[in-house]
């Protein structure tokens, strides 16, 4: 699943494409992503054409679009969801699951935005069910090529697409999420603390978003290792100092991956113009077994945890005596 710098480098990119744009048509190539819409493929289309995008928000992992009427898009991009920027005239990619045709806001209505219910649903061959809310008319598109199709792709499908009523400034169902680090609210103190509290792994504790969000096990690896610290280490037992330490390599690794695009070992993560990120290259742990520790030279290690795998440094992050509960 992308971590908090993957899905800050697609809120920055849908930014500066939806931010002011008007939802002009939607199709549902495939019911799967938007299951959790309680009204099905048609209301999802129906509900969301007519609507102007506000600028995309996010806390940690965790990406909405929220709309100018106060309601909110929740985007969860699973294992392999993309957005993508196209022509609506483009061949669409593999997996391409949900349409969203952008115009500007002064661009005339569609029948669709003007009450027809004009939808339609196609079953012909290849279709999966297709569902449209009104066709775009001739007057809402750019000219040829330019690109003002927003594509959501998602080849494995566990992300998808739901509204968030009144979710525009934090959708209902992210409340319990907590901050990030990169978030001006975010109170390091009282991350510490929740830190410190907990009897569990280290490493569990970081993989946690109800305690800081934002953090997945690629940059939980390179965090413990830039520490010293092994996965398994109690958190409770950690020093309040060395918690914070810990927090500091978590937001610099971020950081430093977030300016490189994210981390992408393959094409199910790229950002809206189908560009990769390049902070695999930078890794220290993760994915590295076998490989020399960039500070210690003895070989890299990887272990099974919590139906994951840790990577590590069996010198530099040594096996504690006490293990967690």
């Known amino acids: ?16 494409i939806v931010t002011g744009r008007r939802i002009d048509a939607v199709t549902v190539l495939h019911p799967r992503p938007v299951r959790r819409h309680p009204g099905g493929p048609d209301d999802f289309a129906a509900t969301l054409t007519g609507r102007t995008f506000a600028e995309p928000r996010r806390r ?14 929740l985007a969860h991009l699973g294992m392999s969801g993309q957005f993508r920027l196209d022509a609506p005239e483009a061949p669409l990619l593999p997996n391409t699951r949900v349409l969203f045709d952008l115009v500007d806001p002064d661009v005339p209505l569609t029948r669709a935005e003007e009450g027809d219910p004009g939808m ?7 279709a999966s069910g297709l569902v449209t809310a009104s066709e775009p008319s001739s007057s809402s598109r750019r000219t040829p090529g330019s690109p003002d199709q927003l594509r959501f792709i998602d080849q494995r499908m566990f992300g998808g697409l739901s509204l968030s009523p009144g979710g ?11 901050r990030d680090p990169f978030d001006p609210a975010f109170d390091l103190a009282a991350a510490v603390r929740r830190i410190r509290a907990k009897r569990s792994a280290i490493k569990r504790v970081l993989l946690d978003q109800t305690v800081v969000s934002g953090i997945g096990n690629i940059y939980a690896d390179e965090a413990l290792w830039r520490a010293r610290l092994h996965y398994d280490r109690p958190a409770g037992t950690l020093t309040a100092a060395k ?10 690794v971020m950081a430093e991956a977030l300016a490189q695009g994210g981390t992408s070992f393959d094409a199910l993560y790229v950002n809206v113009n189908g560009s990769s990120g390049y902070f695999e290259r930078a890794l220290a742990a993760y994915g590295r077994e076998g490989l020399p520790c960039r500070r210690c030279g003895r070989p890299m290690v990887r272990e099974p ?9 069996p010198w530099c ?3 504690p005596r006490r293990r967690a509960i």
């Open 168 to 178: 525009a400034e934090l959708p209902a169902e992210l409340a319990h999420i907590g």
């Open 305 to 313: 945890f919590m139906n994951r795998s840790s990577f590590r440094c």
């Open 243 to 252: 918690v914070r330490e810990l927090l500091d390599h978590v937001r610099e």
């Open 1 to 16: 699943m992308p971590e908090l710098p993957e899905v800050e480098t697609v809120r920055a990119g849908l930014a500066g």
């Open 60 to 73: 940690g992992k965790y990406l909405w679009l929220p709309f100018t009427d106060g309601d909110a898009l």
């Open 317 to 319: 992050q040594r096996r």
């Open 120 to 126: 339609r649903r196609d079953d012909g061959e290849g």
